[in-house]
C-alpha cells in the first residue's frame, strides 16, 4: 500500500484543518488505517485509528473531542478533521496502514507508512 499524506499548513489557534491520506497499490478496505504524529524532538505518537469499515474510531486523550477520524473506501481515502487547534498539536503527522483491518493504536502493528505533513498551530 502506498500512502500519501496532505492538508496540512499553517493555521492560528482555535482553527481547523482537514488532513487526507490517499491509497493505492492494494485493497483499501482490507486496511485498518491510523493517523500519528511526532512534535520536534519528541517520539512519535498515536492520534486516531479507524477499522476497515469505519464503524470502530479510537483517539487518543489529548484530541478527543476535538478531531474525528472518517474513511470513504469507494476513494481510498482517510480523513482527519482537527477543530480547535492548539500550538501543542504542531508536529508532522503521518497516517498508516495495518492489515487485519483493526483500528490500532500501537505504533508497531502497522505495516506501511506516508510521508508526512506539517501541521503548525500558532498561538
Known amino acids: 500500500v502506498q500512502l500519501q499524506a496532505s492538508g496540512g499548513g499553517l493555521v492560528q489557534a482555535g482553527g481547523s484543518l482537514r488532513l487526507s491520506c490517499a491509497a493505492s497499490?492494494?485493497?483499501?478496505?482490507?486496511?485498518?488505517m491510523g493517523w500519528f504524529r511526532q512534535a520536534p524532538g519528541k517520539e512519535r505518537e498515536f492520534v486516531a485509528a479507524?477499522?476497515?469499515?469505519?464503524?470502530?474510531?479510537t483517539y487518543a486523550d489529548s484530541v478527543k473531542g476535538r478531531f474525528s477520524i472518517s474513511r470513504d473506501n469507494g476513494k481510498n481515502t482517510v480523513y482527519l478533521q482537527m477543530n480547535s487547534l492548539k500550538p501543542e498539536d504542531t508536529a508532522v503527522y503521518y497516517c498508516?496502514?495495518?492489515?487485519?483491518?483493526?483500528?490500532?493504536?500501537?505504533?508497531?502493528?502497522?505495516?506501511?507508512w506516508g510521508q508526512g505533513t506539517q501541521v503548525t498551530v500558532s498561538s
Open positions: 498508516a496502514a495495518v492489515r487485519g483491518g483493526r483500528a490500532n493504536t500501537i505504533i508497531a502493528t502497522y505495516d506501511y
Open positions: 497499490g492494494r485493497t483499501f478496505s482490507n486496511y485498518g
Open positions: 479507524i477499522s476497515w469499515s469505519g464503524g470502530i474510531t
